[in-house]
């Protein structure tokens, strides 16, 4: 269903990104359940839900049971997020409200059929009139009921009575088999958190929202300052693309020779070889050449510090400070486990669409699976690394990706990651063994647009930069790194 096809009215869920996986937000006067194991952030995404209701001049009700409202003010106020506009209703054992609608003490549980205490809460809800209501948890109504079917019913009720009003309400819970199952199908929307530890990170996923559907999948999501931020995972809309072959050029002639002339634009290009060889000597070259021409670039380093890519490209004579003061260059160092696939694609499309980037390098694949949170999922990982590239390309942009390869002679696969299906243009650089000499060559494998040599080159890094020189003429072998003359016995 098209946004505008809609009859109903939705409020922003307060959650950075939220909001697009559940196609525009949250509909008023529906129940909402936050499913996620303690610490996941259910409570926080509660609290911003909250505090966009406040920003929207709206009366918000905190129903709570297991923390004192100073304590979540308290803790909110911690992330910046101020709730102290909000209504609190404290339903847990040892408040005022809870020993002041029936004796439990004396009267089991099991007794009351008439629902005292939800009654209560009725009442406290049409004095405050809240156009918003967070419970946490929704479980400590279930504690009060003699059983399953007795708290469905009353769940039942209370639901009916919030939607009559054009309450919206979010509950929170915590995992078990026991209830989910009743929750969810009484639910009009779930959202689901999880956290596996700082290898995997954080994740979100929203398996239902009744008449408004959802975008489906897990997506990355970060508790920063602030608050929950979300992640989704895809790639942006296509764009009207029509495409372009002028071509980046590294500014060495021999280079852009070998590669026919360079790198067109939108394409994807694969940069593989050795430890040390020049991969990103080479990348470098090209980002460098752009942004002296007004096409601004991207670094992405995942295997070395701004310090010391700033200081090798400036010793083989390339101009990184220089054109970043200008603000044609930009380098971003990633931290190890600092991000989701979805956060970092989403940097680097922000750095494309903001900054009109023509040129993303990513240095290198073997260091974003390393880095990027989830790498041990490297199924997954290359999956969401081709959604990125895809948005990149749709957005006009050009990406080179630095591949190392293990293998420092020998020429078994094109690149080590399993990644060159991606690539429209597979460069590679190798190590040579000629006559007890250590040498250098690049060769293109593959080009999807226009011609290239199909001989590889010698080449040298020196302190001017790459210096290419003439094909590798007369000898068979290099691809495999210990050549043989042509001919010879």
């Known amino acids: 269903m098209h946004p505008s096809d809609r009859r109903f009215g939705q409020r922003s869920s307060g959650v950075p990104g939220l909001d697009s996986l559940l196609n525009g937000g949250f509909v008023d006067g529906r129940l909402y359940l936050v499913i996620g194991p303690p610490g996941s ?51 847990g054992p040892e408040s005022d409200f809870f020993t002041q609608s029936g004796s439990y003490d004396v009267v089991s549980p099991e007794d009351i059929e ?33 059983t399953e079917y007795q708290f469905r019913k009353r769940l039942i009720s209370f639901a009916r009575f919030l939607k009559d009003r054009g309450t919206t309400v979010l509950a929170t819970k915590t995992p078990s088999e026991g209830t989910d199952t009743q929750l969810k199908s009484l639910s009009d929307g ?74 067109e634009r939108g394409t994807v290009t694969i940069l593989s070889g050795p430890s040390g060889v020049g991969k990103s000597t080479t990348a470098t070259q090209f980002l460098v050449n752009a942004a002296a021409a007004g096409k601004p670039g991207l670094a992405c380093l995942f ?33 190890a486990l600092s991000l989701s696939p979805e956060e970092f694609a989403q940097q680097v499309r922000s750095h494309v669409r903001d900054h009109a980037v023509e040129l993303v390098v990513i240095d290198g694949i073997a260091g974003y699976k390393n880095v990027i949170k989830g790498g041990e999922e ?40 399993g990644v060159s299906y991606l690539a429209d243009n597979i460069v590679f650089q190798n190590y040579i063994e000629v006559e007890g000499e250590l040498q250098r060559v690049v060769g293109v494998l593959k080009k999807r647009v226009g011609g290239f040599e199909t001989v590889p080159r010698r080449f040298t890094i020196t302190a001017d930069g790459l210096e290419v020189g003439e094909p590798v003429s007369g000898m068979h072998g290099v691809f495999e790194g210990i050549p043989e003359r042509s001919g010879a016995e």
């Open 41 to 91: 952030g259910k409570t926080l995404l509660g609290t911003q839900f909250l505090r966009a209701g406040l920003d929207a001049d709206e009366t918000v009700l905190f129903i709570h049971s297991e923390e004192s409202a100073p304590d979540l003010r308290a803790n909110a106020a911690n992330l910046g997020i101020d709730i102290d506009d909000a209504e609190f209703l404290d339903v």
């Open 114 to 146: 008439d629902g005292y205490l939800i009654s209560d809460i009725r009442r406290e809800i049409e004095a405050v009139d809240p156009d918003r209501i967070l419970i946490d948890p929704i479980t400590h109504f279930q504690y009060l009921e003699p």
């Open 190 to 263: 779930v959202v689901v958190l999880s956290h596996d530890g700082e290898q995997a990170g954080r994740r979100i996923r929203v398996p239902k929202h009744r008449g408004v559907g959802q975008r489906d999948g897990s997506h990355g999501m970060e508790i920063r300052d602030g608050g929950v931020e979300v992640y989704p995972t895809g790639v942006d809309e296509r764009a009207d693309r029509q495409f372009d072959p002028t071509q980046f050029t590294s500014g060495v002639p021999e280079l852009d020779t070998l590669m026919g002339g360079g790198i």
């Open 303 to 335: 295997e070395e510090s701004i310090e010391t890519f700033v200081y090798r490209s400036e010793t083989f004579g390339l101009p990184i400070s220089r054109l970043r003061e200008e603000g044609s260059l930009f380098v971003e160092e990633q931290d």
């Open 378 to 417: 490297g199924v997954e990982l290359r999956r969401r690394l081709r959604a990125l590239i895809q948005a990149l390309v749709r957005a006009n942009a050009s990406v080179i990706l630095v591949d190392q390869r293990r293998e420092v002679t020998g020429f078994p696969e094109p690149t080590s990651e």
